[in-house]
């Protein structure tokens, strides 16, 4: 059975930090891109962060570069998103996603509330 959990969301202080993990099983992890996703009330959800397979490349949405930093761990089957530097913009619920050229599978969320 597929499954995506995400951990670490939660409330935070303007410039303060967060790292949320997302663990994997069911699927080869290490095959697969994974990324983050995030959506706030009334928005579309949008690509945060996405590292790719083999060599690791990371990818980041304008409004988080150099505050976000996405990494994974193969042998945990875990994927990391390092968010320094908070703003209440950031407020949303984060999505992992797993994928490959025919299969994507997504965890349950985790909620992020960014406010003083």
């Known amino acids: 059975q597929v499954q995506l959990v995400e951990s670490g969301g939660g409330l935070v202080q303007p410039g303060g930090s967060l790292r949320l993990s997302c663990a994997a099983n069911g699927f080869t992890f290490s095959r697969y891109a994974m990324s983050w996703y995030r959506q706030a009330p009334g928005k579309e959800r949008e690509l945060v962060a996405l590292i790719v397979i083999p060599y690791g490349s990371t990818n980041y949405a304008d409004s988080v570069k150099g505050r976000f930093t996405i990494s994974r761990d193969n042998a945990k089957n875990t994927v990391y998103l390092q968010m320094n530097s908070l703003k209440p913009e950031d407020t949303a619920v984060y999505y992992c996603?797993?994928?490959?050229?025919?299969?994507?599978?997504w965890g349950q969320g985790t909620q992020v509330t960014v406010s003083s």
């Open positions: 996603k797993g994928q490959t050229g025919v299969a994507a599978y």
